[in-house]
């Protein structure tokens, strides 16, 4: 009627309408396809009566099964058709179905949509329950590929039933989400009527509005929160009103609303429904006035159920415009374009974690549960050195080498760099000792200036002593060299340094003890030791001692020097630097050659210990000679047990504590005999015998 009315749509031409019940079945479906091509009350194929009028289109219909029935006939003929109830997506193949429509989504539309659902929530994993039949189980193949593609499982799937294990099913998983994707409401509204489903958060295709009519309050529980896919619904125009002043005195030729009248009336004018046939139209529209369906209870024909109805509607006016075009010639429009294929409104609620364990945090990788479904896992914290900075990152990744995992193994963080400096409490200790000890030398140097002509600094070669004195303050200068970020050239430096000097110092030991031991035997009658006495021999012994070690550091020097090296891989939370030695024979070798050098010092004093001189030094430098090869001794399995800043001042101490005793043992006494005892600093007292 609108359409007929209307001025601006197919104008000066009336459409018709007949409408046939499939009753849901491809028979019947089939026979109402054919009534309406032939127009004869008996079908007739390949003949029409319909004369002047020609057919259209077909409308129709709910189910796939008879739509595809009438398909493959009116299809045949090149009528379009136009579907307001089937989802299939058999129907998308043009090359079967050319004239094919329809005004509702592709079924696989809706599986996308709940696929959506769970990825913009995060829910990876689902329960899934579907109807035994095609539906079912393209939507159960569909999903579950989907959310196999997101790391995702299904805890269960099952085939909608009205048995006990079903129920059992939902009661016992601990998922929070079920999706139920079922083509028949009735199966879902039997299931409920047996059983007292648990509250879960159901996200339901699009059946679930059509048993929204059953108000209970058992069911609101159970399906409260819940998500539903919903058909497009629109407003028709003037249809409500049209709707509720329907009645025969309006439409007397309708044998619909005639069949279904008297059972919406009966309790007004007639006692059994079955007498309906004894009224014909006549008195019928006698006996029930001017009723229409105000008069009565509608609820179950309340505006949500204008779903299909607007379907239909937008199917018939799809087809009239089809038919507007063809008599204007102008080409077909997008009338669709402004239409929203879904309005939602969401109201804040407290989302379900579906999840068969909740996700793993940043600095956790997941770990496949023996026996569990592959979304279901363990988290297992990464190892030091590795991190994971997303929430179920499937495996850890290692930090580079110049970094370190933190504590939650999130991030990378640079690594702290191992050195002995002057910042912390051991290098600055060591640093002050050294610098105390110079100090000290220097003003053991400055005392023995001042009584450079005193009995005591003359009887034990003062000279030796000055240059002794001068090769101890290098040896605790030297020291600094360790101390520190190291660089190429302190690498270079510092041992080379430390060999040299402290070579200079032990041969001076030995020389003044071996000019001790000429200077008593030279008295003798007819030694030959007497040409060897006198200041010569001292500084040609040191000369030579000086550069047997100056030669073995050159050539290491030349062949494989130290080096400076970054060391990422001894300990974990931090970089060593340090300097390789480069060659270890090499730094041994020099340490070997001091350590020679004390050793024979240590068998001249030994020997020289009982010579009756009150100033002889023998038994000084016996003793500091003693300690000196006890330090170096405990030194080569201290440092080569030790890494980074430890190993460094190991050396350090080393060097330290045995230049300290040659200072105190050699030097020590005669200080105490300077400032203390100076009567004992005279020529009688020196050649006084015990």
Not at 63 to 84: E, K
Not at 175 to 202: G, R
Request: glycine content about 6%; proline content about 5%.
């Amino acid at each position: 009627e609108e359409i007929n009315r209307s001025s601006w749509i197919l104008p000066n031409i009336t459409l018709g309408y007949q409408i046939f019940d499939s009753c849901g079945a491809a028979p019947i479906s089939l026979s109402g396809a054919l009534g309406a091509i032939s127009g004869k009350e008996f079908n007739v194929p390949n003949f029409s009566c319909w004369g002047n009028s020609k057919m259209v289109g077909f409308v129709g219909d709910l189910s796939t099964d008879t739509t595809y029935t009438i398909a493959q006939l009116v299809g045949a003929l090149s009528y379009p058709q136009i579907s307001y109830g089937t989802m299939n997506p058999i129907f998308s193949d043009k090359s079967q179905f050319p004239s094919f429509y329809r005004t509702i989504p592709n079924e696989e539309a809706e599986m996308d949509g709940i696929v959506q659902i769970l990825k913009h929530f995060g829910w990876k994993w689902v329960g899934l329950i579907i109807s035994d039949d095609a539906i079912g189980y393209r939507a159960r193949e569909r999903i579950s590929k989907e959310l196999a593609s997101r790391g995702g499982c299904l805890a269960f799937s099952a085939l909608i039933d009205y048995n006990d294990e079903l129920v059992e099913e939902i009661e016992k998983t601990t998922v929070n989400v079920i999706v139920l994707f079922i083509s028949q409401d009735t199966e879902f509204t039997k299931l409920y009527s047996l059983y007292n489903l648990p509250p879960k958060l159901w996200i339901t295709s699009n059946f679930i509005h059509n048993i929204i009519m059953f108000i209970d309050q058992n069911l609101e529980f159970t399906l409260n929160g819940s998500l539903s896919l919903l058909i497009q619904e629109g407003e028709i125009p003037g249809f409500e009103q049209f709707f509720y002043t329907y009645s025969p005195n309006n439409y007397p030729n309708d044998a619909i609303i005639a069949s279904m009248w008297p059972s919406l009336f009966q309790h007004y004018f007639i006692d059994s429904p079955s007498s309906i046939s004894e009224f014909p139209g006549g008195n019928l529209k006698n006996r029930t006035g001017n009723k229409n369906f105000n008069d009565v209870d509608l609820f179950m024909y309340w505006n949500y159920h204008y779903r299909v109805t607007y379907r239909i509607y937008t199917a018939v006016y799809a087809l009239a415009r089809a038919l507007h075009n063809l008599y204007s010639a102008q080409p077909p429009a997008n009338h669709w374009g402004k239409l929203e294929s879904l309005k939602h409104r969401v109201k804040p609620w407290q989302t379900p974690e579906p999840l068969c364990n909740a996700p793993c945090a940043p600095g956790y990788r997941k770990a496949k549960k023996e026996g569990a479904p592959s979304c279901c896992y363990d988290c297992v914290p990464c190892v030091d050195g590795e991190i994971s900075n997303t929430s179920d990152a499937p495996s850890c990744f290692r930090c580079p080498g110049y970094e370190m995992s933190n504590e939650q193994r999130t991030a990378c963080v640079p690594k702290m760099k191992n050195y002995l400096s002057y910042g912390e409490t051991l290098g600055a200790s060591l640093a002050s000792i050294a610098l105390v000890l110079f100090l000290t030398t220097s003003a053991v140097q400055g005392v023995f200036v001042k009584y450079w002509h005193t009995t005591i600094v003359k009887a034990n070669n003062q000279n030796l002593s000055c240059l002794l004195l001068i090769s101890l303050m290098l040896c605790f200068l030297c020291t600094l060299l360790f101390i520190g970020r190291p660089t190429q050239i302190c690498c270079l430096l510092r041992q080379v340094t430390f060999g040299v000097v402290f070579t200079i110092s032990v041969s001076s030991v030995l020389a003044k003890t071996l000019t001790v031991i000429i200077a008593f035997n030279a008295t003798k009658p007819g030694s030959t030791l007497k040409k060897f006495v006198g200041f010569q021999v001292p500084i040609v012994l040191v000369t030579i001692c000086s550069l047997g070690e100056i030669a073995i550091c050159i050539v290491w020097m030349t062949f494989d020097p130290p080096f400076l090296e970054t060391d990422i891989f001894s300990e974990r939370d931090t970089i060593i630097l340090q300097c390789n030695e480069g060659s270890v024979t090499f730094f041994f070798s020099i340490i070997g050659y001091i350590g020679t050098l004390a050793l024979l010092s240590f068998i001249a004093a030994f020997l020289a210990k009982d010579f009756p001189d009150r100033f002889n030094e023998a038994k000084n430098i016996t003793f500091s000679m003693l300690g000196f090869c006890s330090v170096w001794g405990a030194f080569v399995p201290a440092y080569l047990s030790s890494k980074g800043s430890r190993m460094v001042a190991v050396e350090i101490f080393a060097i330290l504590s045995s230049s300290a005793g040659l200072l105190g043992c050699i030097f020590g006494p005669k200080c105490y005999i300077i400032f203390l005892r100076p009567q004992l600093n005279t020529k009688v007292t020196a050649y006084q015998i015990h």
